[in-house]
């Protein structure tokens, strides 16, 4: 892994750079500053393989903050991050691996992440678990090695393996499988599809070498999971296991939201997974709302805003989040983002719902405005 730091004296530019190397297997993000002193302290300390730093800082340029940061440890390499073209042959004097313009895009990192690959293969190159298999339930039903997903004969196979993976590793009697899956059929042929569809599914299975999964005992099938990585336990585990959200846990939370592709087996839309797809949704939901709560209270407003926002997508209408988030733009003194929100959000309410925001929204905007007056 590539033990990164970032560098930006502004948060949402710092905040937009960390999602997108969040993408990268090989990055492994081990701080975010906007102070470039903390950096230097933290270089004395710890191992940093790659630092990714604005260029264009108040307190000290970044060509000048590359410099005293090699004079600590000279295997650092950088990656220069800037608004600003005028600084590129400054940044290689220093030798920098790469010089990107913002807005960074992701095909332009993906160039940067390629060149830092190539020039430190022997330092950077990630340890690729070949045998790693994986299930996937949120959003699509995904059975995936080696980053290649099972293809399955019929739609039915892939259905029936989902339903067993659904079960969580229980034994299920014929009689409901197909209750569920074939109950628009007589007796004998649901009993000879089911039969058929079993075939199908070991068979998918049978490429990935995850066929003994598929267990048969007294008219009932399972489907053994073992130690095979699950992101809805995964999901799961971290929520129940982790009551409040804390400095301490605050990452591992992060990380496990972003297991939430979509709702829980939303693409293949069968009938038998809603039950579990509100509980999973709801669990997502609080999931991001302690998130929020947790940067509200630590004065990170720019990263509680990009979660509240979250949570509005899936609950649109909640005045509670919505009147959370005006907070958070009063306290970042982003009254354009203010402005625009409340604005969007009192015709959305009013096209919608055919009222407009409740009067603890509106005396939250309005106090702020006349304060701006």
Same mark, same amino acid.
């Given at each position: 892994?590539?033990?990164?730091?970032?560098?930006?004296?502004?948060?949402?530019?710092? $905040?937009?750079?960390?999602?997108?190397?969040?993408?990268?297997?090989?990055?492994?993000?081990? #701080?975010?500053?906007?102070?470039?002193?903390?950096?230097?302290?933290?270089?004395?300390?710890?191992?940093?393989?790659?630092?990714?730093?604005?260029?264009? %800082?108040?307190?000290?340029?970044?060509?000048?903050?590359?410099?005293?940061?090699?004079?600590?440890?000279?295997?650092?390499?950088?990656?220069?991050?800037?608004?600003?073209?005028?600084?590129?042959?400054?940044?290689?004097?220093?030798?920098?691996?790469?010089?990107?313009?913002?807005?960074?895009?992701?095909?332009?990192?993906?160039?940067?992440?390629?060149?830092?690959?190539?020039?430190?293969?022997?330092?950077?190159?990630?340890?690729? $678990?070949?045998?790693?298999?994986?299930?996937?339930?949120?959003?699509?039903?995904?059975?995936?090695?080696?980053?290649?997903?099972?293809?399955?004969?019929?739609?039915?196979?892939?259905?029936?393996?989902?339903?067993?993976?659904?079960?969580?590793?229980?034994?299920?009697?014929?009689?409901?499988?197909?209750?569920?899956?074939?109950?628009?059929?007589?007796?004998?042929?649901?009993?000879?599809?089911?039969?058929?569809?079993?075939?199908?599914?070991?068979?998918?299975?049978?490429?990935?070498?995850?066929?003994?999964?598929? %267990?048969?005992?007294?008219?009932?099938?399972?489907?053994?999971? #073992?130690?095979?990585?699950?992101?809805?336990?995964?999901?799961?585990?971290?929520?129940?296991?982790?009551?409040?959200?804390?400095?301490?846990?605050?990452?591992?939370?992060?990380?496990?939201?972003?297991?939430?592709?979509?709702?829980?087996?939303?693409?293949?839309?069968?009938?038998?997974?809603?039950?579990?797809?509100?509980?999973?949704?709801?669990?997502?939901?609080?999931?991001?709302?302690?998130?929020?709560?947790?940067? %509200?209270?630590?004065?990170?407003?720019?990263?509680?805003?990009?979660?509240?926002?979250?949570?509005?997508?899936?609950?649109?209408?909640?005045?509670?989040?919505?009147?959370?988030?005006?907070?958070?733009?009063?306290?970042?003194?982003?009254?354009?983002?203010?402005?625009?929100?409340?604005?969007?959000?009192?015709?959305?309410?009013?096209?919608?719902?055919?009222?407009?925001?409740?009067?603890?929204?509106?005396?939250?905007?309005?106090?702020?405005?006349?304060?701006?007056?």
């Amino acid at each position: 892994m590539i033990r990164t730091i970032l560098i930006d004296d502004e948060r949402p530019s710092l $905040n937009n750079l960390e999602r997108l190397l969040k993408e990268y297997d090989c990055i492994e993000i081990i #701080g975010a500053y906007t102070d470039i002193t903390k950096v230097f302290e933290k270089i004395k300390k710890e191992k940093v393989n790659l630092i990714f730093l604005d260029i264009e %800082m108040p307190k000290m340029k970044g060509i000048e903050a590359a410099e005293k940061i090699l004079e600590i440890d000279n295997n650092v390499k950088i990656v220069f991050v800037t608004a600003y073209n005028d600084y590129a042959v400054d940044a290689f004097e220093v030798d920098a691996i790469d010089y990107v313009m913002k807005p960074v895009l992701k095909r332009r990192m993906d160039k940067t992440i390629e060149r830092i690959l190539k020039i430190h293969k022997d330092i950077f190159q990630p340890k690729e $678990n070949k045998e790693e298999n994986k299930i996937l339930c949120f959003g699509n039903f995904e059975i995936i090695r080696d980053k290649k997903c099972i293809k399955w004969r019929t739609s039915k196979a892939k259905e029936l393996a989902a339903y067993l993976v659904h079960k969580r590793g229980k034994f299920v009697h014929k009689s409901q499988i197909i209750e569920y899956l074939w109950n628009d059929k007589e007796e004998e042929q649901a009993t000879k599809l089911l039969h058929t569809t079993i075939y199908y599914v070991r068979n998918g299975l049978k490429s990935i070498n995850l066929d003994k999964s598929i %267990m048969y005992s007294n008219e009932m099938y399972k489907f053994d999971i #073992g130690r095979i990585f699950f992101d809805i336990e995964k999901f799961e585990s971290t929520f129940n296991r982790n009551k409040i959200v804390n400095s301490k846990n605050i990452e591992l939370f992060e990380k496990t939201i972003q297991l939430y592709r979509a709702d829980y087996l939303e693409e293949n839309d069968y009938y038998w997974a809603k039950n579990e797809q509100a509980r999973f949704n709801s669990i997502y939901l609080n999931m991001l709302g302690k998130i929020s709560d947790f940067y %509200m209270l630590e004065g990170k407003y720019s990263e509680a805003i990009f979660y509240l926002k979250e949570i509005l997508k899936k609950n649109p209408y909640s005045e509670e989040i919505h009147a959370i988030l005006l907070r958070a733009y009063i306290n970042l003194e982003d009254y354009t983002s203010l402005k625009k929100h409340y604005k969007n959000m009192s015709k959305d309410f009013k096209r919608e719902l055919g009222v407009g925001p409740s009067d603890v929204i509106k005396r939250i905007y309005e106090n702020c405005i006349c304060k701006m007056i």
